[in-house]
C-alpha cells in the first residue's frame, strides 16, 4: 500500500487531466538556476551537453535527470526537481539529448524514445567522473521510457542506486494512436510543430556549415510536408534517421514496455490514470514489472502534471515524492 507521502491530491480547480498537463509549461514560473555546463562526445563523434546544479562534493549523491519529447534542461519539471534536490543537499546533472541544448547536434541521427545506448554513456562518463558519488536516474515521459529500455538492457549492471520514471508511454505504437484522439490533437500538433523545426534547424545549420553528406541524409528523407501524426513523422524521420525500417520497428524496438521484467534496478514508476497521451491498457500488468519495480497509479495527475495545494498556492508533487523516495530508500 503507498505510504501517506504517496498520496497525491490534485488542486482545486485543476482535477481535469488537460488543466494538470498544461500547468507547468504555460504558467508555472521558476527562477534561473546558475547551472555549470559540460559537453560530453559520445563515442560517434556527436555530443550531449550536461547541466549540473548542487553541492560539487564528491560523495554527494548524484541525479541524473531526463526530459521529456522536444523539451530540454531548461524544462520546469527539470528545473523543479533540480531546486527541490539541491535543497535536500543532493546535486544533480540534467541531460540535454541530441540537439536540445539549443544548438544541432552534429549529425543527421536525432535523439528518440528508445536511444538509450546515449543514456548508457553519460551514466558511464558520471561513474568515472564521479566515483564516490551514488547515482541515480530520474525521467519524465520520453526520458522515462529511455531510462526503464536501458535498466532492462542493462540488468544487474545499470550501475544506478536506483530510478524514477514518470509518465511513460511504455507502448509507442498505442500512444501515437492516443495522442490522435480528442483533444489531445492538440499536443500531437504542437510536437508536429516542434519536431519538424528540430529537423529543418539542423538542416539549415548542415546547409551553413558545408556538411554535405550529412546534409544529403536529411534530404533523402523527401518531403516534410503534411506529417501530421506521430506515425507520419516517425515513419517519414525517425526511423529512417536512426537505423529502423519502418515505424512498427522503431516502436517495437524502443517501447519500454518489454524491457520491464530484466530490470534489477530498484525503480518507482508514477503514472496517471488520466494521462492524455497514455491508454490504460498500455501500462504494464503486475506480471510484466520485476520484483523490484513499483507502480505507482494515481486516478489523477494528466502528463507530467501532478500539481497540487491550490491555484494560488500550487505546489509538485513529483518535487515532493521523488526526492522523498530516493532520499528513504526503496
Known sequence: MPSHSATFHPAIGLSNPHLQTLWGPLWRKLPALERSRERLWLADGDFLDL?????????????????GLTGSSSSHYVKGLQLALQARGWASVAVNWRGCSGEPNLLARSYHSGASGDLAETIRHLRALRPLAPLYAVGYSLGGNVLLKYLGESGADSQLQAAVAVSVPFRLDQCADRIGLGFSKVYQAHFMREMLAYVQGKQQHFRDNGHHERLAEIERLGSLRNLRTFWDFDGKVTAPLNGFKDADEYYRHASSRYYLGA??????????SDDPFVFNHSLPEAGEL??????????????????EGSLRHPSYYLERRIPQWLIEGP
Open 51 to 67: 547541466d549540473s546544479y548542487g553541492p560539487h562534493r564528491a560523495d554527494a549523491p548524484l541525479v541524473l535527470v531526463l526530459h
Open 263 to 272: 530490470n534489477r534496478t530498484p525503480t518507482l514508476i508514477i503514472q496517471a
Open 290 to 307: 520485476a520484483a523490484q519495480t513499483q507502480l505507482e497509479l494515481h486516478r489523477r495527475g494528466g502528463h507530467v502534471g501532478f500539481v
